[in-house]
């Protein structure tokens, strides 16, 4: 995303993949924390790709053909 100068802002959808359900809650307080109120989200529990990892996430961003053009 750095390389087409685009961030969080930018994502349209995303899944949260968290390992204990109580990790969602943490996951929200964080994104809230950070002014990511509205993250268009959604937290399932689910296994994430390495072990010592308690979350991951998977996202599409939409930004515009060639960075800022």
Same mark, same amino acid.
């Given at each position: 995303?750095?390389?087409?100068?685009?961030?969080?802002?930018?994502? *349209?959808?995303?899944?949260?993949?968290?390992?204990?359900?109580?990790?969602? #809650? $943490?996951?929200? %307080?964080?994104?809230?924390?950070? &002014?990511?109120?509205?993250?268009?989200?959604? *937290?399932?529990?689910?296994?994430?790709?390495?072990?010592?990892?308690?979350? #991951? $996430?998977?996202? %599409?961003?939409?930004?515009?053909? &060639?960075?800022?053009?």
């Amino acid at each position: 995303m750095k390389q087409e100068d685009a961030g969080l802002k930018d994502i *349209c959808s995303a899944t949260v993949f968290v390992k204990q359900p109580e990790f969602a #809650e $943490i996951f929200y %307080e964080m994104a809230s924390f950070r &002014g990511l109120e509205n993250f268009p989200c959604v *937290c399932i529990v689910a296994d994430v790709c390495r072990e010592e990892l308690l979350s #991951e $996430i998977d996202a %599409e961003a939409v930004v515009k053909a &060639g960075g800022k053009g």
